[in-house]
């Protein structure tokens, strides 16, 4: 199946500083990549969704100056949580549509888990 | 009313039964179906990818898809162990929004 690597697994930082999340596709192009969030024991929320070369739409609620997704290239798209607080702290999951050979399913990384001290 | 509803458990089985899954959902336009496997702190597999209604196998793995009812299924022959996490199912009409049910959380005891 399709590969979706993200980076870093995990990340701890100061409360104020920005971390950037990395999403990549190893073997297969995605014009679409989308963003969840996830807290402990509940279903995925959708963040926004990553269209390569032009601007992410976000979700109702989800600040765009907080979480602000690049997606410059076929196979990479970023999140950045800006002046990350502990509210911020959460498991952030992205995924990449495929759509070949009939299949139209999302395939996704392993996740970030992102503690704000 | 939401648009996929799931039974979020928690669901325990003996090593080697049979377990079933199951998902309805309400609009009658979706036409993928898949099932993903979590673990904690993972990020969630793809297990079973089917299009339309009929049946799908692949290995212990059987998804069902009966449309007329908007209902899916994924059955796990010989559960292991190794099975016990959160089973997610999703859909999606063209692939532009996929919509999740909120999870069943399995554990398989030796």
């Known amino acids: 199946g399709a590969v979706v690597s993200q980076h870093p697994s995990w990340v701890i930082c100061k409360s104020g500083t920005s971390v950037k999340i990395e999403c990549r596709s190893l073997?297969?192009?995605?014009?679409?990549m989308f963003w969840y969030r996830q807290f402990p024991k509940q279903s995925l929320m959708l963040m926004a969704t990553?269209?390569?070369?032009?601007?992410?739409?976000?979700e109702q609620g989800v600040e765009k100056d907080k979480f602000l997704i690049n997606h410059a290239s076929l196979t990479l798209s970023t999140l950045t949580v800006t002046s990350a607080h502990p509210e911020d702290s959460s498991f952030y999951i992205c995924?990449?549509?495929?759509?070949?050979?009939?299949?139209?399913?999302?395939?996704f990384g392993s996740g970030t888990q992102l503690s704000v001290l | 009313q939401k648009e996929v509803e799931q039974d979020p458990g928690p669901l325990s089985v003996p090593e080697g039964a049979i377990v079933s899954l199951n998902c309805t959902y309400s609009?009658?336009?979706?036409?993928?179906f898949m099932w993903y496997r979590q673990y904690s702190r993972k990020g969630p597999e793809l297990l079973m990818y089917?299009?339309?209604?009929g049946n799908k196998e692949d290995g212990r793995f059987t998804a069902q898809v009966d449309k007329s009812s908007k209902y899916i299924s994924l059955f796990i022959r010989d559960s292991q162990p190794s099975d016990s996490a959160t089973f997610l199912c999703?859909?999606?009409?063209?692939?532009?929004?996929?919509?999740f049910g909120t999870g069943t959380s399995l554990t398989v005891i030796p």
């Open positions: 999703a859909m999606t009409f063209t692939g532009n929004q996929f919509y």
């Open positions: 609009n009658s336009a979706f036409q993928y």
């Open positions: 089917t299009y339309s209604s």
């Open positions: 073997d297969f192009q995605a014009t679409t």
């Open positions: 995924s990449a549509r495929v759509r070949e050979q009939g299949v139209n399913g999302l395939f």
């Open positions: 990553s269209n390569e070369g032009s601007k992410a739409t976000y």
